[in-house]
Structure formats: structure tokens, C-alpha cells
């Protein structure tokens, strides 16, 4: 994320951190380089759970389809890691009601008229 000042944070999981030796706050140095192959990554599917509700909801598979294509990755990638049912049915509640066009947060966002 970029800090304003020509520099960067990057967020790791903790087990990165506890891997790597690194602190919140520690200063270290990343090279990057460009996958020439890289075609855009794997997509998780769509689960059922959310699928059949958004085809049942027209404003909000409106707003879904209209959202670029990393965020609906995101999302998706999101749910992929939810394992419990109440997991699911807490952020099928939330996608739903900002899909479909109310203000509120999901996914540490606030949302405006489905976007």
C-alpha cells in the first residue's frame, strides 16, 4: 500500500512474519520482477450459495457484473475461505444488501449504490 512518500507498506499474515523473522514495522527490501506468463491467476467459482441468490436479485447482479473484474475476484476469493455456514450466511447478508444497492460495509469497505 503506498505511503504517500515514494515508499510502501506491505501487509503479511503472521505466519509470513513469524517465518521471515520480520516485526510490524520492519524495514526490508522486496525486488520484483514481471511474469511475462502471468495471465491473470486462477478464479475461484462462484459458490452456489451466492450464485443462486444473485440470479434471483436483478439490481444486485446488476451491480455485481459491473463491478471490475479484481473486485469480483477479490470477493470471490473471500468467500472461498469462509468455512462455517454462519461464515457464509453473515457475508451472503452482507454482499447481498450492498450488491443490491445499501449503503453499508463489507469486506472492510463501505459501499454506495452497490459499488
Not at 434471483?56 to 473471500?78: G, T, V
Not at 444497492?101 to 463489507?106: A, H, I, P
Request: aromatic share 10%.
Amino acid at each position: 500500500m503506498p505511503t504517500g512518500n515514494g515508499g510502501f507498506y506491505l501487509y503479511l499474515h503472521g505466519q509470513m512474519r513469524r517465518t521471515s523473522s520480520c516485526g510490524v514495522g520492519s524495514r526490508v527490501a522486496v525486488e520484483l520482477q514481471l511474469d511475462h506468463r502471468y495471465t491473470g491467476g486462477p478464479i475461484h467459482p462462484m459458490p452456489a450459495w451466492f450464485q443462486r441468490p444473485l440470479k434471483a436479485a436483478p439490481m444486485a447482479l446488476r451491480n455485481w457484473d459491473s463491478l471490475i473484474p479484481s473486485r469480483q475476484k477479490e470477493i470471490l476469493r473471500y468467500f472461498a475461505s469462509l468455512k462455517s455456514e454462519a461464515a457464509q450466511a453473515r457475508n451472503l447478508d452482507r454482499a447481498m444488501r450492498v450488491l443490491s444497492g445499501q449503503r453499508g460495509r463489507f469486506m472492510a469497505r463501505n459501499w454506495e449504490r452497490g459499488r
